[in-house]
């Protein structure tokens, strides 16, 4: 098996454009960007802080029942992104964030796939660390 080039810059730069789209809609609360970004499919998962949704249902249902209340109190400051692709269709997103209400940091993770209709999370991983001997 031929290994798959990585870090293509065209390529990279493609996910980047999707990733920026997609938080930009996490900051506006733009649900249909955001139920846009995910691949539409039951397969598809997010893990988030507090909640494991399985299915762009699920993902679309927690979307659609978010306060914008609540995400003013997330307001975040991205540190430390990296995007590495493996050939032209896969690629992986990861950053770090910090919360700008009390400067609690996260971690979030994407997978993303190219579709014929685009670039899609396929799978994501949102958490808050523990500072040392917090609960």
């Given at each position: 098996m031929t290994p798959p080039e990585i870090n293509d810059p065209a390529i990279v730069a493609e996910v980047r454009a999707a990733f920026e789209r997609y938080d930009r809609g996490l900051e506006e609360n733009d649900v249909p960007?955001?139920?846009d970004s995910f691949w539409n499919d039951p397969?598809?998962?997010r893990y988030g802080v507090n909640e494991?949704?399985?299915g762009?249902?699920?993902i679309a249902a927690f979307r659609a029942g978010r306060q914008p209340v609540e995400l003013a109190q997330r307001a975040r400051r991205l540190e430390n992104t990296v995007i590495t692709t493996f050939g032209r269709d896969f690629a992986?997103?990861?950053t770090e964030y910090v919360l700008l209400k009390d400067g609690r940091r996260g971690r979030q993770s994407q997978s993303w796939v190219r579709f014929p209709e685009g670039w899609k999370v396929v799978a994501?991983?949102?958490s808050l660390m523990v500072p040392p001997g917090g609960a």
């Open positions: 960007v955001l139920d397969l598809t998962l494991n949704l399985y762009h249902a699920a992986v997103a990861n994501a991983h949102v």
